[in-house]
């Protein structure tokens, strides 16, 4: 069973932010919450993960709440390229990832 | 770095026969994982393995499916006999164990089709 709830889709406009939500208010003290996304025909690709900070890379920022039940995943500047599926996980380091359905983005012109 | 190589890249075959799929994790990753991805759902695991050594396989439907991973560097899944409801994609992906807090690397995966 997925420990993360995520909505089954969503539209982002060309060059605008989008922000992925993720439930996840039963993780573990010691379960970080990683995002991965998978374009079509691809396997999935790591994007970023984080424990309790905001996390910031090249592709996306990671905001996780202060009671950690719940994170987004900041996309600043939406290309078509971003559309994907974008699968939120929470996991204990060194275990198997356990993907449920993810939130299918769209990203339109 | 190179990443994660799959192969074949498309299978098809008909029900009851065998099939093998092989990776070949990225070089110094001790963690292997094979995926299977079903149409519009996300991966789910079928087999982890530390080395040679298998750490989970609860999920492997083992009177079907098979995996080694010999040396400890490549891995070969197997399937027989083939039932429609194998059809999918078979993912690998590799990890550094001594990286156990980042995530792993994909391959682009091996789209099997049962008839």
């Known amino acids: 069973d997925a420990k993360t709830t995520q909505p089954p889709s969503m539209d982002c406009a060309e060059g605008r932010a989008a922000n992925l939500p993720c439930n996840h208010s039963t993780i573990s003290g010691n379960e970080y919450v990683y995002w991965y996304r998978q374009i079509h025909s691809q396997g999935p690709q790591y994007i970023i993960h984080g424990l309790k900070n905001n996390e910031t890379n090249e592709m996306a920022s990671l905001i996780i709440t202060e009671d950690r039940k719940s994170s987004t995943l900041i996309l600043p500047h939406a290309t078509l390229r971003d559309t994907a599926v974008y699968y939120c996980i929470v996991r204990v380091a060194g275990s198997a990832l356990n993907f449920g359905k993810g939130t299918s983005l769209l990203v339109t012109p | 770095e190179a990443g994660v190589a799959q192969s074949p890249r498309y299978k098809i075959i008909e029900k009851r026969q065998s099939v093998a799929f092989w990776c070949n994790p990225i070089?110094?990753?001790?963690?292997l994982y094979w995926y299977q991805q079903i149409l519009g759902q996300g991966p789910k695991l079928l087999i982890q393995f530390q080395n040679n050594g298998v750490v989970d396989d609860s999920q492997l439907p083992k009177d079907r499916f098979s995996a080694e991973r010999l040396k400890g560097v490549d891995s070969t899944l197997k399937i027989q006999p083939a039932k429609l409801e194998d059809s999918a994609v078979y993912l690998c992906?590799?990890?550094?164990?001594?990286?156990?807090?980042?995530?792993?690397?994909f391959g682009s995966g091996t789209r099997l089709t049962v008839v």
């Open positions: 070089s110094g990753h001790a963690t």
């Open positions: 992906a590799s990890s550094l164990e001594r990286a156990r807090e980042h995530g792993y690397t």
